[in-house]
């Protein structure tokens, strides 16, 4: 057997809150984001309190890299200043796109019950970065999904699954980062392989359960821990109590990353530019 990707790190999440004051679990994001590369952020957001949700994120502007947005329960309204309108429901995607520029809210159209899901932020590589906004938004239906061997259900929301049994395209696929976005759901006593490309940066990130990392050093993730794996490697996840993990693997950019907010560029210079281009309505 060739060798398993170890584990580098297993590391909790950091409360926070973004918007107009929505409650969260900031899991990537702040310092050493490069140890992430191709990826900037993850926020989990997940609650029945409205209190915590309701106010939203009123009009903000990004540049720079794709905002990935996985609604597991509720839904969300987004509208940019490109005239695009949709509605997030749950199990859907949207796979927003910002490049040059896009000014957008998402606001939490519900007023009672459960809201829950994912963002995730992904860089551009620096010729795109100043490249042509666009979104996609992806319903449920429309979202491949599987079942394993071993009765792991897949849904495979981006890149490509394979696990030597079953081989499955994803809804989205990106160049350049190639990002494997996978939603994992393992009963109690299931195991899955899934094959990965070698140099791709991959991260676990467990929102429910318990998860065993088998290899030399057995380890264990629980609920709310991102799991940081060398680039190399094959991967075995299974658990003995049952889990649900997100998959994110990707192609790292290795270019510089000067963040300011919700602007990621390469030098100060751009951001600066950005914000002045923001600052005089020409953002996009
Ligand atoms: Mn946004």
Redesign the pocket.
Known sequence: MSQLRSVLAIQPGQPASDGAGVRLNRVIGGAGIERFDPFLMLDEFGSDNPDDYIAG?PP?P?RGFE?ITYMLEGRMRHEDHLGNVGLLQSGGVQWMTAARGII?S?MPEQEQGVMRGFQLWLNLPAKDKLGDPGYRDIPASEIPRLTSADGVEVVVIAGQFDDGQRQQAGAVQRPHTEPQLFDLRLPAGSRIAPRLPEGHRVLLYVYEGSLELPGERPQQADAGRLVRLSDEGELQLQSASGARVLLIAGKPLGEPIVQYG?FVMNSREEIEQALRDFRDGVLV
Do not use: A, I, L, Q
């Open positions: 994120f903000h990004h905002t957008h998402e919700p």
